[in-house]
């Protein structure tokens, strides 16, 4: 399992310091790649430099999301009143993301919007990661879908990993595919070994955290050795994202990386 590559996520980790000091920080404990959803309060040229001066690569940004408590809370992809707002977020997610060398935008998919069917919902947003699609198609950048699980995210538009991925073909398109979280699809479908294998060889890229209270693996309920295990023996050549929340300390945290999948 030595192949397996690990990127940081500024957001989670290394939080003991301001966020441009996270990038230097990533280094120092040895990640070669981040990723973080929402870059948009700093300029491109800044932060491509803290990439470029710790010698570390972009896996992704997500696309905005509102303010924490409101409907727009995970994004807007799915609502269909808010369709010019969606496209303008989502070419400025698309701007960063070739900015950054980044492999991948997240278009995040959003909650069920007050007053709107679950099926309207849904087809408006995949209408919305289709036209996404054809605006990402020269520039390199490949889109991701995760399904979030409902006790965190309660209304999301994406309930399990088989819509994700039936979303993902039916755009046909080579440039979609699936995030899967190993969080919250153990939350909310469980058989999580299961899960991996149906899921790694449409999956574009892989987060981890432990459930339920989402921190490092070996803090939770999850078997990490037979999780790494599985992910190894699919093939998966991909970046890993750590996106949890630690214990007690980033730094302190990270003998996982040894001790999990040696």
Known sequence: MSGLRFDAN???????????????????????????????????????????????HQVLVNTPMGERGTP????????????????????????????????????VGGMVPPGVSRDRAFARYVANVAWASEQAASTGVRLLLEAQNKRDAPGFVLETQAQARAVAEACDAGNVGVLLDVYHAQIDEGDLLRRI?????????VQI???????????????????????????????????????????????????LTA
């Open 72 to 107: 727009e809370q995970q994004g807007v992809t799915c609502f269909p009143d808010l369709v010019p707002r969606f496209r303008s977020e989502f070419l400025t997610a698309l701007e960063y993301a070739v900015g950054l060398g980044a492999d991948f935008v997240h278009l």
């Open 197 to 205: 294998e149906e899921g790694l060889p449409e999956a574009f890229h």
């Open 209 to 259: 955290a432990d459930p339920p209270s989402r921190h490092e693996p070996g803090t939770g309920e999850l078997n990490f050795r037979a999780v790494f295990a599985a992910i190894a023996a699919s093939g998966y050549e991909g970046w890993i994202g750590c996106e949890y929340e630690p214990l007690a300390g980033t730094r302190e945290g990270l003998a996982w990386r040894e001790e």
């Open 10 to 56: 500024l957001k989670w980790l290394f939080t003991e310091h301001d966020f441009l000091d996270r990038f230097a920080a990533a280094a120092e404990a040895g990640f070669a790649a981040v990723e973080y959803p929402a870059p948009y309060a700093y300029p491109v040229s800044e932060l491509r430099a803290r990439l470029d001066d710790n010698g570390l």
